[in-house]
């Protein structure tokens, strides 16, 4: 990591900004490249080996569930990593121990109460939610819950380490965990055939592998200082909670309301095209992820230097910005576009799955591009103090999309229409939420952000 008057040293040369923010950024790239790769680790590894398009199948039905608990991990994460970054310069770093070990227990109560819903409301969620799987609710989503709660707290950490500059350390965390993850998860479906419990089981061993080392870290990172107002601890928490933390968590839950609806949809289809999507939808993660990762690190050094920096100063960063993310998923999209049947041969075995996922990569493949751009856009708003405006917009998008798929499942051609829907909601997403960041551009550095 670099000094931090090298830094602000750069911010006054030819494109410091730039430089500035891929400073902060260049380890939360690397890393959430690898997370994206990891994310389709999985779904390699159950496509490709013999007994594994089942499990296939069963993933692909929980990622509304999925969804779920990645809203939880972000609107706690991120809450936490503004909190430990705002700690920094205004107060005690010690309270991020704090906060980590709160947001810890809060989110793991949450998952254990889902998961004894999906056990005890088993029949009911049958009808609701029809698919081919018997034991999904019974049995399956309520270990997969349960499994992800050790990341949960890893992720607290990694974020409170991420808040605190220590971008570098948090990385090694996430690519041990994955190693780990990717390993066991292979040698579980291979060795022992277990199915779709081997990403069980892989959750749970690499998340307990690697968590007492950033535990540890974050100790060592943030103690040793006295915190001169023990009183505002939890006042400053809750209000970053209701500002950025609760706003997050709804706005993704709204936002995963279609995918909640479009992946029984197309498992009703067939059970091919469910798969299908579900590879589509993690080919385009590993690009959506690091464009998050880039703005997140504009909106942490925004939250390092409100206190310091003019409006002007803190208007490039978001400007230039942005401009370098635009610039970058052009040329990644294009990159995309020409190894498309490559990646999606790559995820599966099944000619059945291949096919379903080459027609839908057909349509969706535009929105590599704006979805990242959406992604981007939408974290430096919510991590700079509008989240609400962000919770607002996408209940109303998700709320008309949900409604126009259900109506466009019923009709001829539905496949087509459905991907239609989305590739239209993406483009009204872009023109709402660049709008937002142009009125953020305009009145950065007026007021703090939280």
Not at 69 to 91: C, D, M, P, Y
Request: proline share 4%; aromatic share 10%; hydrophobic share 55%.
């Amino acid at each position: 990591m670099a000094k931090p008057w090298l830094i602000r040293a750069a911010a006054y040369a030819p494109g410091g900004e730039i430089r500035q923010i891929l400073t902060l950024a260049w380890p939360m790239i690397l890393t959430a490249v690898v997370v994206s790769l990891s994310q389709n680790g999985p779904i390699w590894i159950l496509g490709t080996q013999s007994g594994g398009q089942r499990a296939l199948y069963t993933l692909s039905m929980l990622q509304p569930f999925y969804f779920i608990f990645i809203a939880l991990l972000e609107g706690l994460t991120i809450t936490n990593q503004i909190f430990s970054a705002r700690s920094v310069s205004h107060w005690a770093p010690g309270r991020v121990l704090h906060s980590s070990a709160i947001f810890s227990v809060v989110g793991g109560l949450l998952l254990v109460v889902l998961a004894t819903g999906s056990r005890l409301g088993d029949a009911g969620l049958q009808v609701i939610y029809p698919n081919d799987e018997p034991a999904l609710f019974s049995h399956f989503l309520p270990a997969y819950l349960l499994s992800v709660i050790p990341l949960l707290v890893l992720e607290l950490c990694n974020a409170g380490l991420r808040g605190q500059g220590k971008t570098a350390v948090s990385m090694l965390c996430v690519c041990l965990f994955i190693v780990i993850n990717l390993t066991v998860c292979f040698v579980s479906l291979h060795c022992y055939q277990n199915g779709f419990m081997a990403v069980i089981y892989a959750n749970l061993i690499a998340a307990l592998a690697v968590l007492p080392f950033s535990a540890w870290w974050l100790f060592n990172t943030v103690t040793g200082k006295t915190d001169p107002q023990p009183q505002a601890f939890l006042p400053r928490l809750l209000a970053m909670t209701a500002d950025a933390g609760v706003p997050i968590f709804l706005t993704m839950l709204f936002a995963f309301a279609s995918s909640a609806v479009l992946f029984p949809l197309l498992s009703q289809l067939g059970a091919a095209y469910a798969s299908g999507f579900l590879i589509v939808v993690k080919l385009r993660a590993f690009f959506i992820i690091p464009a998050v990762a880039l703005g997140s690190a504009i909106a942490i050094g925004i939250n390092q230097r409100l206190s310091t920096d003019s409006p002007q100063q803190l208007n490039r960063w978001l400007g230039q910005g942005l401009g370098g993310i635009a610039l970058t998923y052009i040329g990644l999209t294009a990159a995309a576009y020409l190894a498309q049947t490559g990646m999606v041969n790559m995820m599966s075995v099944d000619s059945e799955v291949r096919v379903s996922a080459h027609a839908i990569m057909r349509w969706l493949l535009p929105t590599f591009f704006i979805t990242s751009l959406i992604a981007s856009i939408q974290t430096m708003l919510e991590q700079l103090g509008r989240g609400k405006r962000v919770l607002l917009i996408t209940f109303i998008m998700e709320s008309l999309m949900a409604a126009i798929v259900l109506y466009v499942a019923t009709q001829p051609g539905a496949l087509v229409g459905l991907m239609k829907s989305i590739l239209i909601f993406n483009v009204l997403y872009l023109l709402v939420f660049t709008y937002e960041y142009g009125k953020l551009c305009h009145g950065i550095g007026q007021q703090h952000a939280l």
